[in-house]
């Protein structure tokens, strides 16, 4: 796939990731949070075995060899969702979302800065350092009430 595909996928992924907290959160007042998270993830869980059982290419027992925190993007995973469904509600899914972004941003730049995880290492410049104090600035203005 070509870069403004895989951009444009991305802006679409942003759209759902900004959606789902407050889907969740409206199924929460129905059978509680943490079993939000779970009906969330169980439903994600069978949507994904049927993609990989229609389109998979990888193999699975190759799982036997990943290191142990390779294991943890589920749990990261139960905890942000968890964490969006208790917060979206008392602080509206805008607040949340700008506190996301700018979480994600910080850390996207460590994990970039540092090359962890085997990644490229990108520095963090002035300029990028800046970017990320503009959106800190804007999500302050928009968790502000």
Request: charged share 10%.
């Given at each position: 796939m070509n870069n403004p595909t895989l951009?444009?996928?991305m802006l679409c992924g942003g759209m759902a990731i900004a959606v789902q907290p407050s889907i969740n959160a409206r199924l929460a007042q129905k059978i509680g949070?943490?079993?939000?998270?779970?009906?969330?993830?169980?439903v994600g869980t069978l949507a994904l075995l049927m993609v990989v059982l229609v389109t998979g290419r990888g193999n699975l027992r190759g799982i036997t060899t990943a290191d142990w925190w390779e294991l943890t993007g589920g749990f990261l995973g139960a905890f942000f969702v968890t964490l969006t469904i208790i917060c979206v509600?008392?602080?509206?899914?805008?607040?949340?979302?700008?506190?996301?972004i700018t979480g994600q941003l910080v850390?996207?730049?460590l994990?970039?800065?540092y090359g962890l995880f085997g990644l490229r290492q990108l520095p963090l410049t002035p300029?990028?350092?800046?970017?990320?104090?503009?959106?800190?600035?804007g999500a302050a203005l928009v968790i502000r009430r």
């Open positions: 951009i444009l996928l949070p943490l079993e939000s998270s779970m009906v969330s993830f169980g509600p008392r602080l509206g899914t805008a607040a949340v979302m700008a506190t996301i850390a996207g730049a994990l970039d800065h300029l990028r350092l800046a970017g990320m104090l503009l959106l800190a600035g």
